[in-house]
């Protein structure tokens, strides 16, 4: 199971508890964080509990990754709230799409501190997930990403007629 703010986990067990009025069953997820969630089975989907990624969604994933990078708002207020969101969405393609843009930024304006925590934060969301997917090691997961946003860029800066000096 994937959490949005928590990231993979394991259903551990699930148990029956009178936490709150109408929900007795909850699932027990064990995450590597050693944090362990007790969710109602009936809020999983409320809550943005999803199955982990397929592998044809892996795909989708560096697809995204490796497509045309969209400008982020100048304002950083705005700029926050829409990678916040794409990233607490828990979807891996908007995740994805929130880390290609935030590193097309990188690349040509700068980050601000508050930007490069959320673009690590998308690439490790990511980089546990797919390593997690395709049984590769986080680093090779992490690599993988990489070089997904290196073509990216270039492919932006060859549509756009820059060098790599610019």
């Known amino acids: 199971m994937i959490h949005p703010s928590h990231g993979p986990g ?17 699932y027990v997820i064990e995450f590597a964080k050693r944090l362990t969630l007790h969710i109602p089975v009936r809020k999983m989907d409320d809550l943005g509990v999803r199955q982990t990624m397929s592998s044809s969604k892996v795909e989708d994933v560096y697809e995204t990754l490796r497509d045309t990078p969209h400008s982020l708002p100048d304002d950083y207020k705005e700029r926050h709230q ?12 908007e995740i994805a799409q929130a880390v290609r843009d935030l590193t097309w930024r990188e690349a040509n304006e700068g980050l601000s ?25 986080l680093a090779e997961a992490q690599e993988k990403i990489n070089k997904a946003l290196a073509l990216a860029i270039t492919t932006k800066r060859v549509q756009l007629g820059l060098t790599l000096a610019s």
Not at 10 to 26: A, H, K, R, S
Not at 113 to 137: N, W
Request: proline share 2%.
């Open 10 to 26: 394991e259903i551990v067990d699930v148990t029956q508890m009178d936490l709150v009025d109408g929900f007795n069953n909850y």
């Open 113 to 137: 501190k508050i930007d490069g925590d959320l673009l690590a934060k998308g690439k490790e969301m990511l980089a546990t997930e797919i390593a997690l997917v395709t049984q590769d090691d």
């Open 82 to 93: 829409i990678i916040e969101a794409r990233l607490q969405s828990g979807s891996p393609i």
